[in-house]
């Protein structure tokens, strides 16, 4: 049992450091940041890891991806959370991808992996229904087979970043006979498909990223069906532990609370900086304190991977955990911005109404209470932890 | 990175089970526990003889040269069994200290006795006032002639009925708080002028007060008024060793409780199957994971003296502390009638995990050293850096 870092690890560590200089730059971190051009940003982001070579360090190698050691993956992580630049957006890179390289064909793998390496596609999932959340088998989008083509008609919503979107992938109900889990197909559906229409979705973020999609009629190529027509639900599923694993986002959490540390260094209360009073104190080290150990609960998860075994039990907290942390720092921050917090920021510029972070901490908060329902809302973690983990 | 045991460390795991499950049943423990001082003096010679004793000492004195990983893997398989034999009090506080301060005479005949099951030790470092701050020290020593003589009084002295030998805490110099001033002293427990009152704490283990009145010591461990820079070192890795201990306990515990809910029936169905009961046991298995995942972070840390070290031991501490009433909580709560009575080992579990909550400091005392080392300027400045390089 060690975590010494070798001398390839503090090698590698250096090289990530060296790329992340060079292409993480101010210029690329303020288009992410602007809402009007986050698209365009976070692909230009994306170009520059694929021409690197890591867009997907996750995937096989013959696809495009990385050898990796846990250790790499793990030094990747804190060395580009700690830079403040964000991981791929997931929906196409580790969510499609990964049950396109475990159930698509090899005419589905070459059509469309090469094109979410380049950030050619922008994919979004359409699981959510407005009658199926946290209960997602309920689901009732219908596909009905029509010759090579599958009919759909239904609604997805909750669905984040259709707007950008040119692909969905969606799962569509082909069958009402049997067990709800059953009857369940998974589909690849383009977007710009006669039919389809996207509707946003006011949030109290103040942020567009939802959505609700509609599908009337729209016709899909039975070729783009992953997999068996009725097995859906195993792929999904398949799927569901790896979005839980990144929903954590332990890497992004250590240092939005580093930097809620040295913005509350900087608040001063009756003479006196927040760090020094006891009760903030106590709060910023309860979160802390969990914090340093869901980033070991994360390695060691990620070892046991590596060894070629199940991630043990203890993964199944990493969402819970994670997105409960995620929160307290959101809840922490807008504590930190006092008055400023309540100021409505629209497109003033922040420092204006006082606080150059104020802006940022609103909309993470309000943005940040989605975390602890989608993906499976926590209370559904731990029916699930409870049903799988400790055999209740 | 790897969180694996060695082979050597799995077979000491696989030793150490096989001797709970033989001789720590229920009523076996209570029977040993009934015993003067507390243990099984017959226990404690099977321990020698396995080896247990020598883990942590170095080779040159006949042992086996362990380090953090394999006083963790030891003590979290006493936790589970809820051992009662004075390990921590004899090998790794008083044993630990003579290893790290005696002169090179007192180890090599001191130490081989420990190993070799002979000797009972303890360490005497709390006083009335002192509370959590280990350095706040009235007992006094002075020199007379060649002699150190002592005065004061320690409490809570764990084996402190058994042991044959103390290790004692004096002031030497300086004001009662101070780090600096502090002498450790080698005491015969037989000498003149010391008397001791024993008493049981509640998880069964003996505990004394002492009180010295003008008793010569037998040696100095380290040097004169330098006796914290001794003790913190084997403080700390005490601390991890009973975090450790918790961690088996807490295993244990939330099985048993697993276990009881999935058996006991209620309204005609078992008891695990409400929501309400199976949402608070992923709560206990949810912070018994994290007191694991700090344990080992906190034990890597320790066995490279790596930057984490102190932080991560902190964070361990507390956790510790929290977890443990959470889960001794619980655990007496699904057990509902059952749970308060002495007829399951649950409430014994529950208090050998509030005695580590207060042994070397609770979770707020820690809580608060953590704050104060994280939120300095310097280690947030140092940290910040270590990211950026």
Redesign the interface.
């Known amino acids: 049992m060690h975590t010494r870092l070798s001398e390839e690890d503090l090698a590698f560590q250096a090289e990530v450091r060296e790329f992340l200089g060079e292409a993480w730059t101010s210029e690329l971190a303020a288009t992410c940041g602007n809402k009007a051009t986050m698209k365009e940003g976070h692909e230009e982001w994306q170009r520059r890891l694929y021409k690197k070579g890591w867009m997907a360090p996750h995937w096989p190698v013959e696809h495009g991806g990385t050898d990796w050691t846990v250790t790499q993956s793990f030094i990747y992580n804190q060395e580009r959370a700690s830079a403040g630049a964000p991981e791929a957006i997931p929906f196409g890179v580790t969510m499609v991808a990964s049950v396109i390289i475990a159930y698509g064909n090899d005419e589905q793998k070459a059509k469309f992996l090469p094109r979410i390496l380049k950030s050619e596609d922008w994919w979004c999932q359409g699981y959510s229904e407005p009658g199926a959340g946290s209960d997602l088998a309920s689901l009732k989008t219908r596909a009905d087979l029509d010759g090579d083509e599958y009919v759909i008609n239904g609604s997805k919503i909750w669905t984040t970043y259709a707007q950008h979107a040119n692909w969905i992938f969606c799962l569509v109900r082909t069958d009402n006979s049997g067990r709800k889990q059953e009857g369940i197909t998974f589909l690849l559906i383009d977007m710009k498909s006669p039919g389809v229409t996207v509707r946003p979705i006011d949030t109290i973020d103040s942020f567009h990223h939802l959505n609700e999609v509609h599908f009337d009629n729209v016709r899909v190529p039975v070729a783009n069906r992953i997999g068996e027509e009725g097995k859906g639900w195993t792929y999904a599923k398949s799927l569901l532990v790896q979005e839980r694993l990144s929903i954590a986002e332990v890497a992004d959490s250590k240092r939005g609370l580093a930097r809620l540390r040295e913005e509350a260094r900087e608040e001063v209360n009756g003479g006196r900086s927040l760090l020094d009073d006891p009760l903030f104190a106590k709060r910023l080290t309860d979160i802390e304190i969990e914090l340093m150990a869901l980033e070991f609960t994360e390695l060691r998860a990620l070892a046991s991977i590596a060894e070629g075994k199940e991630p043990g039990p203890e993964s199944s907290l990493l969402k819970l955990q994670g997105t409960e942390i995620q929160q307290a720092i959101q809840e922490l921050r807008m504590d930190v911005a006092a008055y400023y917090s309540g100021t409505f920021q629209g497109d003033l510029s922040a420092q204006a109404l006082g606080h150059d972070y104020a802006g940022a901490a609103q909309q993470s908060y309000f943005r940040g209470r989605a975390s602890s329902i989608y993906g499976g809302s926590n209370e559904v973690q731990k029916n699930i932890t409870a049903k799988y983990v400790l055999g209740l | 990175?790897?969180?694996?045991?060695?082979e050597e460390?799995n077979q000491i795991r696989d030793s150490i089970a096989r001797f709970v499950q033989e001789n720590y049943a229920f009523d076996q423990r209570n029977a040993v526990v009934a015993q003067e001082h507390g243990f099984s003096a017959q226990h404690w010679q099977q321990f020698a003889e396995l080896g247990w004793l020598s883990i942590p000492f170095a080779e040159e004195h006949d042992g086996f040269g362990g380090g953090p990983?394999d006083t963790m893997v030891l003590m979290q398989e006493f936790g589970r069994g809820l051992v009662a034999e004075p390990y921590p009090a004899t090998v790794l506080l008083f044993g630990g200290l003579l290893q790290e301060g005696a002169s090179e005479a007192i180890k090599g005949e001191y130490i081989p006795k420990i190993i070799a099951g002979e000797l009972q030790g303890a360490f005497a470092y709390l006083e009335r006032q002192s509370r959590y701050v280990m350095t706040d020290i009235a007992t006094t020593a002075a020199k007379q002639g060649n002699d150190w003589v002592l005065n004061g009084e320690k409490t809570v002295v764990l084996n402190g009925g058994a042991a044959s030998k103390l290790i004692v805490a004096a002031r030497t110099a300086g004001e009662q708080a101070d780090e600096s001033g502090i002498t450790l002293f080698l005491v015969d427990a037989a000498s003149d002028g010391i008397e001791r009152t024993t008493y049981r704490m509640t998880d069964g283990q003996e505990a004394a007060n002492i009180t010295f009145n003008n008793v010569s010591a037998e040696a100095v461990i380290g040097s004169e008024g330098e006796g914290s820079t001794v003790m913190t070192p084997v403080v700390d890795a005490a601390k991890l060793a009973v975090c450790a201990n918790a961690l088996g306990a807490m295993e244990s515990l939330n099985a048993q409780t697993?276990e009881y809910?999935?058996t006991r029936e209620q309204f005609g169905v078992a008891i695990?199957?409400f929501?309400a009961l199976?949402?608070r046991?992923?709560d206990t298995?949810?912070a018994c994971?994290?007191?694991?995942?700090?344990l080992?972070?906190a034990?890597?840390?320790a066995?490279?003296n790596?930057e984490d070290a102190l932080?991560?031991l902190l964070?361990l501490k507390?956790?510790v502390g929290r977890a443990g009433k959470l889960i001794g909580g619980e655990a007496i709560q699904l057990h509902g009638g059952m749970g308060m009575t002495n007829e399951l080992s649950v409430g014994f579990y529950v208090k050998r995990l509030m005695i580590i909550n207060t042994l070397f400091g609770d979770a707020d005392y820690h809580?608060q050293l953590?704050?104060k080392l994280?939120?300095a300027?310097a280690e947030?400045a140092s940290?910040?850096k270590a990211?950026?390089?």
């Not at chain 2, 994971?289 to 700090?294: A, G, H, I, T, Y």
């Open positions: 990175m790897n969180f694996s045991l060695s460390q990983v697993l809910c999935k695990g199957s929501q199976q949402h046991m992923v298995f949810s994971e994290n007191v694991k995942s700090l080992y972070r034990v890597c840390a066995q490279d790596g932080r991560s964070a507390v956790m809580q953590f704050a994280v939120n300027p947030a940290a910040a990211e950026a390089a």
